[in-house]
T-cell receptor, first 112, second 112 residues
Framework: QKEVEQNSGPLSVPEGAIASLNCTYS??????FFWYRQYSGKSPELIMF????GDKEDGRFTAQLNKASQYVSLLIRDSQPSDSATYLC????????????FGTGTKLQVIP | DTGVSQNPRHKITKRGQNVTFRCDPI?????LYWYRQTLGQGPEFLTY????????KSRLLSDRFSAERPKGSFSTLEIQRTEQGDSAMYLC??????????FGNGTRLTVT
């Protein structure tokens, strides 16, 4: 089992729709979770982080965390063509293992 | 905050040569991470430092790879006897403890 799993996509949504991106993780003790956006040929940029169960909203983005199910998701409302990118889920290890593990990323395509 | 700086941006080398990359983190960040990323994959963890101490190194990393962070400031990643499979984007990131990672622009290595 991979430490962090994402559907590689591509996920295609029409402009204005809600895009839903999902991620599962294997380390039950993990406490910190991040979503990064990566445009082709560029480095990852942070868009959301979440530490507690429930929802966290920032503009058009909502991160959702369910530690019992070891599941974290990202919703993008009113999707724009500029949102077309690869979205990476990242998870901090717990205890003495503080490395940050990334999923393979989900490629999102927003169709105008 | 001048951001994470990586040099060089691009490196082309012949198989068997040694290469060294440099990363200058955000000055107040005591954690520094190295990742490798190939096309269509998420960043793969290589190693990380807290101050000058190297706390974890990926088991996937061969003995040809070594990293240092003297005095807890900048870091170098050296690859000895490069192979074509080493061709990738090498990403450096820094952070305070338990906080999101901030990435540099990466060094793209091509081994011919």
């Amino acid at each position: 089992q991979k430490e962090v799993e994402q559907n590689s996509g591509p996920l295609s949504v029409p402009e204005g729709a809600i895009a839903s991106l999902n991620c599962t993780y294997s380390d039950r003790g993990s406490q910190s979770f991040f979503w990064y956006r990566q445009y082709s040929g560029k480095s990852p940029e942070l868009i959301m982080f979440i530490y507690s169960n429930g929802d966290k909203e920032d503009g058009r983005f909502t991160a959702q965390l369910n530690k019992a199910s070891q599941y974290v998701s990202l919703l993008i409302r009113d999707s724009q063509p500029s949102d077309s990118a690869t979205y990476l889920c990242a998870v901090y290890g717990h205890g003495g293992y503080q490395k940050v593990t990334f999923g393979t990323g989900t490629k999102l395509q927003v169709i105008p | 905050d001048t951001g994470v700086s990586q040099n060089p941006r691009h490196k082309i080398t012949k198989r068997g040569q040694n290469v060294t990359f440099r990363c200058d983190p955000i000055s107040e960040h005591n954690r520094l991470y190295w990742y490798r990323q190939t096309l269509g994959q998420g960043p793969e963890f290589l190693t990380y430092f807290q101050n000058e101490a190297q706390l974890e190194k990926s088991r996937l990393l061969s003995d040809r790879f070594s990293a240092e962070r003297p005095k807890g400031s900048f870091s170098t990643l050296e690859i000895q006897r490069t192979e074509q499979g080493d061709s990738a984007m090498y990403l450096c990131a820094s952070s305070p403890p338990e906080s999101p990672l901030h990435f540099g622009n990466g060094t793209r290595l091509t081994v011919t």
